[in-house]
């Protein structure tokens, strides 16, 4: 039974579970004004290349270099009106669940490594917890943050292995996953581009730190991290640098090679306020109590609060125990701190963040606190504090179960409209004769107009 319980693919097949029971016993993901566009955009035209890179609408002109996202979208899409035109509409990403079960993976495969004498149920409940909290974010709208999810993921704990076996990372041979998923992040999003970036100074800094003895840790250890830490963040300074010269030199070229036309620079260029960094403050917390507990509002504010206060509290008794665990300290107030100025800067440029609360935009966020709870929960050698991150986590995966039961929180009127009328819009795609028996989002019209015209030219 134990062998079961440790395998990998056991755990993959558990966290399936959640998103098979959503996709079979729960109806499909609402339907999204941008997303209705998207799937139009990316099946009105056979070269994939001229529709990947056309950012006048695959970002609504607002260019961003994230082309690699823009491809999971075009794969989405197509399997998306594949569907729709088989009479079996739905608008489920297929890239989002298939990253969610790789996830599962990735953090069982990763906890086992690092930490293989834990309890056999504690690495299965991690990435149960995770996919739990995000299975019901898996709808078609952007890939983007799903697939930096999952990068980050993977880097977060190819960083926490480093740290943990620096013998093991002294070539630079041992390294060249952790640079190419770097060298990745970027081109799915923007966060991406701001994680390697954290990456980068925080491993610099980290460097400095045991430069100048201020760690308490052993010199041997000391020593044997340093190379590490050097090739790490070289790789994501070079990530960073290629990057930049993506964003200004050879994307804008290829699009003008390719569509015709020059890119606009306008989005790239952030208001900061300092009310947008309190605002991308009360996101955050607002999301983090929001993805242990069912509440909204103030509610989740509070209960973000005392999480962050738990896990520093936390992250001081592993030091306390092991004065090796600073480092746990100084991730975890990094994360913290990374996510603040960055969602931040989000608020200041699109404060419509603010109407979208537990979802995609946070998944991000999400991940790197999921790494550091797992990280911290399985260093902790005191039995009250394990059985109180243990509850937390399996709070957090019954929350979406309960998220369905509970009023929602706030969204613009928009996308409620939409979610109302995400039925209605499925049955007409179904069905090509039936007539509307209610009123419908312009961007939902367009998609069955596009996809009835598709049918009768098939036909």
């Given at each position: 039974m134990k062998k079961i319980l440790q395998s990998t693919v056991f755990a993959i097949l558990v966290c399936a579970l959640p998103i098979l029971?959503?996709?079979?016993?729960?109806?499909?993901?609402?339907?999204?004004?941008?997303?209705?566009?998207f799937i139009i955009h990316y099946n009105s035209a056979a070269n994939p290349v001229k529709l990947i890179f056309d950012p006048l609408r695959t970002d609504w002109a607002s260019f961003q270099a994230r082309e690699l996202s823009y491809l999971l979208d075009y794969l989405d899409a197509k399997f998306i009106f594949a569907s729709i035109r088989s009479?079996?509409?739905?608008?489920?990403?297929?890239?989002?669940?298939?990253?969610?079960?790789?996830?599962?993976?990735?953090?069982?495969c990763k906890l086992k490594k690092l930490y293989p004498q834990s309890p056999a149920l504690l690495q299965l409940l991690v990435p149960l917890m995770y996919v739990c909290s995000f299975v019901n974010f898996t709808g078609f709208f952007r890939s983007s943050k799903p697939a930096v999810s999952f990068l980050l993921l993977w880097i977060f704990f190819n960083i926490a292995a480093m740290v943990k076996f620096p013998e093991k990372f002294q070539s630079f041979r041992a390294h060249w996953w952790?640079?190419?998923?770097?060298?990745?992040?970027?081109?799915?999003?923007?966060?991406?581009f701001f994680s390697a970036a954290a990456c980068a100074g925080g491993s610099a800094l980290v460097l400095g730190m045991l430069s100048c003895e201020l760690l308490p840790i052993e010199r041997t250890k000391v020593e044997a991290l340093k190379k590490p830490l050097m090739i790490f963040s070289v790789s994501a300074l070079v990530s960073v640098i290629f990057s930049l010269i993506y964003n200004f030199a050879i994307a804008p070229a290829l699009v003008e090679a390719i569509n015709g036309y020059k890119v606009s620079f306008e989005y790239q260029t952030f208001r900061m306020p300092i009310t947008a960094l309190h605002k991308g403050a009360v996101f955050i917390l607002q999301n983090y109590g929001g993805f242990f507990l069912p509440v909204n509002g103030m509610a989740a504010l509070f209960c973000g609060a005392a999480v962050v206060l738990f896990l520093t509290f936390c992250a001081i008794r592993?030091?306390?125990?092991?004065?090796?665990?600073?480092?746990?300290?100084?991730?975890?107030?990094?994360?913290?701190?990374?996510?603040?100025?960055?969602?931040?800067?989000?608020?200041?440029?699109?404060?419509?963040?603010?109407?979208?609360?537990?979802?995609?935009?946070?998944?991000?966020?999400?991940?790197?606190?999921?790494?550091i709870s797992a990280v911290v929960l399985f260093e902790l050698k005191e039995k009250k504090s394990i059985i109180i991150l243990t509850v937390l986590m399996i709070f957090a995966g019954m929350t979406p179960v309960c998220r369905m039961i509970l009023p929602k929180p706030y969204c613009s009127a928009e996308l409620v409209f939409h979610q109302q009328t995400t039925g209605e819009t499925i049955g007409m795609l179904n069905s090509p004769e039936k007539t509307p028996s209610k009123l419908l989002p312009t961007t939902s019209w367009e998609l069955i107009t596009f996809a009835r015209k598709s049918g009768e030219i098939l036909k």
């Open positions: 029971l959503r996709v079979w016993c729960g109806e499909s993901p609402s339907t999204h004004p941008e997303g209705n566009c009479h079996h509409a739905h608008f489920y990403s297929l890239s989002a669940l298939l990253l969610l079960i790789a996830s599962a993976g990735l953090i069982h952790t640079a190419i998923l770097l060298l990745l992040m970027p081109g799915f999003d923007r966060i991406g592993c030091y306390r125990q092991n004065p090796e665990n600073i480092l746990v300290i100084i991730a975890f107030c990094g994360i913290f701190t990374a996510s603040l100025l960055c969602a931040g800067m989000m608020n200041g440029r699109h404060p419509l963040i603010n109407e979208l609360p537990i979802g995609s935009y946070f998944q991000v966020f999400g991940a790197a606190l999921t790494g």
